[in-house]
């Protein structure tokens, strides 16, 4: 039943690369434990947690502090030398198909390399100070059990999901984290909107998850296996095993990926989901949601990159429209978490935008930054919304002296997200624009550059518009409480220095290069990733990053802060076109709905009122002469006649025979079954 | 053991069925009679799967269908009484006569 | 055969001992003034039957009717009898008052079907011999090739109608609110 390969799967030729990886140690064998104990929280709170003294939220925060151990243990060891280990057990046969004479087979089991370490380790460590920062949040709200249980639930379909050795146990943690997410923003689904938007979310996941599905369905069997080792070791020893069945599936698993990780057009869901309590938005934003896509993209690469070639020209122009474009509606927004949601859009269109243009270490590397700032910002947001009880930076201001620690750490998570050297974002986006730009894509390393001034200047406005002038809000701002805090404090620290761990040719002694831990997979990536530093990128990102921060803050310091001058981005036809979202949620309403609604409805009508009257006039006109001669002539002289003879003839035989009518069902049964008697004697006698 | 032997029994049960059928009043017990003959039913299929001993093993599978539908039988039905019990709080069947003229 | 000859067959016996109370146990289900105790009589003319079922070698189909009716719908009916707070102790109008039609109808039944069967085995002939089957069980993996082999589309059929009979029951049985009492429903 259990067949644990530590090396490389057997079917085709096998690929080499996992030669110099270990099998790791206790802690890669009993992996297993991440993935199933956010589950076992689940329902041991679902069971017990209204009893417990703090509603559950010990049992979630315990378990994913186990997590993080595990995680940790096993980053620190895959840092220090490679590790592969899959798992994989047998639950039923399908049978044989495709390019292997194997049987296909449903597998669960788990895999622990550099991609899924990475992503164990960040889903655990934002997990866990999400967790505890929650607990301070949601003291007093309404349902805390179900909703730590929920939490628990998200993040551990999350690492089922990053678990998975194959597409259909990446597609069962890919559904659990739609539920769970479903069930998370709608946690206050007394309020229409915020039911809507889970609704929203899940029904647009779901148009996307029908890619996933489809494209699992295609490769799977042209396959052979669904296991990713297996797709790894084909792409690696036969590009065109699959011949255009890989670029279909590649195309299909792309537009899953879409949904999740909020591309354009199917964002649309990612704003509207900030309607859940803010740990969610920090939870789906950094960790476990809308990574799903990205790490799906780097778990499928060698499919993408040595034999869907053809699908990556695509995929990157989706990543980069959503990267630009999306990026600033985050200008005009004025609740402050869609600021950041429209940042993190545009961020994931970074990440995407890498690993399609065959950026894995990247792509990967942004995710990891983005996940500490991006987390470290949503959870800033809820602070201060915790404080002043609004989303609306209209309704804060000046909170710098109130909050600072809330205020700093906030400012190290835009710097960062603004690319800002030293920080974090810096170097995780120079290695996107480098790889952009080594892959041939120029003109959308350009506009990828151009991007990060947006970035820049649009969390400059939310910094400046929070936390300087004066507050604009109602009663009085208070720093929120140490174990909301120091989750900020712990997320400002790997904001800050993450980007160490990848700085193309440094390497810092025994700790090895992200790259190099990253790269942990059964086969070697081949992606491409800079040697060293390219020193005019990382200008040009640096100039657009500062000159983002300038032009922002000479916008909306607060000399120049009054309400007028909020707006002062008011261009004549970029701002309603930013405030109304790009048109696209009017799109269906303007173009489909209306256009029914107005011209369309006055021809009918007035077809309605000249053509089809008129026909109906005429008919009825001719229809009631028609009438009056058949009603002298034949009606009354000769059917009445015969009608009121047959309507005697059938009272009287009703007369008669109502008395069999008698209503009762069994009388009717036994007549049935006497009937039935009957028929069965004649027929004997007769044959 | 021979097949007639299953067939009369089968025949008997039916008949008893019959019986509780029609002269029954309350629908639950009604619909106990029908159960009653469904398995007569079913002891014929069984006997006459014996008697051929087929591979496939027909009369078998045709008797889980039976009790299938009976189950499903049991449960409209019930829903049924239950309908008319709540409309016209009284479980009797002789009470149902709005079919009448 | 002659009975003489039956009756010192010792499954005979067996089949004596499961058909007699089987017989008695309908009859009480059809004449029985409680209509627990007739529930109760019907489970053991069904124990009865799926007794002989083991004795025809058809273990799986004597294992589904203990499950299925046993079970569930012997339980259904309990629940039945209880919600419909039928009568529980005795109850004189269970039956109705004249009842020889219905036992003239069910002896006609029997006298047809006996005669019936007497005739074709005479006909025949061959239903005096033993039954074949008897001692050898049914491997349960030929239902199941049977079900979706050669009976695929009966049994797509009967699962959607045991899907109509639960969206039916559901139905049926759902108690008609008035808006208001719905209203009162949602808040709760």
Known sequence: MVSAVTSAPSILAAGDGAADLSSGGFFAGTAWIMLVLPFVAFLAIILVGKRMKGLGAELAIGAMGVNLVWASVLFVQNMAGGIYREVNLTIAEIGTLGITDRNLAFELGFVVDGLSIMMYWVVAFVGFLVFVYAHGYMKGDIRVPWFFASLS?????????????????????????????????????????????????????????????????????????????????AADAHSDLLGGVAVAGAL????????????????????????????????????????????????????????????????????????????????????????????????????????????????????????????????????????????????????????????????????????????????????????????????????????????????TRAVALTFFGTYKGHGHPHESPRVMTWPLVALAVPSVIAGLLNIPGVSWGPIRNFTDWVGARIVPMGDYHPKAIEWDLAAYGLIAAVAGIALGWRLFSPEAETQPARDRLEVPVLYPLLRRKYYIDDLYMKGVVNPIKG????????????????????????????????????????????????????????????????????????????????????????? | MVLSQFLILGALMFSIGVYGLLSRRNAVTVLLAVELMLAAVNINLIAFEAFWNTAAAHGQIFAIFVITIAAAEVGIGLAIILLVFRNRASGNIDQLDLMRW | MTFSEWIVEPVNWAFLAMAIPMVIAALRVVTSRNVVHAALFLVLALAASAGLFILLSAEFVAWVLVLVYIGAVVVLFLFGIMITRAPIGRETNLSHDTRWPAAAAALGVFAVTFWLINAVTEQMGGFGDPLPAVGRATATGILGEGFINTYLIPFEAVGFVLLAALIGGITLARKDLTPAEEDEGARV
């Open chain 1, 599 to 687: 011209p369309l409805a006055r021809a009918v009508d007035w077809v309605n009122g000249y053509v089809i009257d008129a026909v109906i006039n005429g008919a009825g006109a001719v229809t009631a002469w028609l009438g009056g001669l058949v009603y002298g002539r034949l009606d009354q002289q000769g059917i009445d006649l015969l009608l009121n003879a047959a309507a005697g003839g059938t009272r009287g035989a009703g007369g008669k025979l109502r008395l069999l009518q008698s209503g009762k069902v069994q009388q009717y049964a036994g007549a049935f079954v006497v009937g039935a008697l009957l028929l069965v004697v004649a027929f004997v006698l007769v044959t």
């Open chain 1, 153 to 233: 639930l998200f993040a551990g379909s999350m690492l089922v999901l990053v678990g998975a050795p194959n597409l259909i146990q990446l597609i069962i943690g890919w559904e659990g984290v739609g539920l769970a997410s479903y069930l998370l923003i709608g946690h206050y689904w007394e309020e229409k909107e915020n039911s809507d938007a889970a609704v929203k979310a899940f029904m647009t996941n779901k148009v996307a998850d029908v890619g996933l599905i489809l494209g699992t369905i295609l490769l799977g069997p042209a396959l052979g296996s669904f296991r990713f080792s297996e797709l790894s070791v």
């Open chain 1, 252 to 459: 299909l698993l792309f537009f899953g990926a879409m949904g999740k990780s909020a591309q354009f057009p199917l964002h649309v869901w990612l704003p509207d989901a900030m309607a859940g309590p803010t740990p969610v938005s920090a939870l789906m934003h950094a960790a476990t949601m809308v990574t799903a896509g990205i790490y799906l993209m780097a778990r499928t690469f060698p499919l993408y990159h040595q034999m869907a070639t053809e699908a990556r020209p695509w995929m990157v122009t989706i990543a980069v429209i959503t990267l630009f474009v999306l990026g600033f509606l985050a200008l005009v927004a004025d609740d402050l978490k869609r600021v950041l949601a429209y940042s993190t859009v545009s961020q994931l269109g970074y990440m995407m935008a890498a690993v399609a243009a065959g950026g894995y270490t990247a792509g990967l590397f942004h995710l990891f930054t983005h996940a500490f700032f991006k987390a470290l910002l949503f959870l800033g947001a809820g602070s201060v919304i915790h404080a002043v009880h609004s989303n609306n930076m209209s309704d804060m201001g000046g909170l710098r002296k109130e909050m600072p620690v809330t205020f700093w750490t906030f400012v190290v998570g835009s710097i960062s997200l603004a690319g800002v050297i030293p920080l974090a974002g810096f170097w995780s986006k120079d290695e996107i624009l480098a790889t952009l730009g080594h892959e041939g894509y120029t003109a959308f390393m350009w506009v990828a550059i151009l991007g990060a001034f947006v970035t820049a200047f649009y969390m």
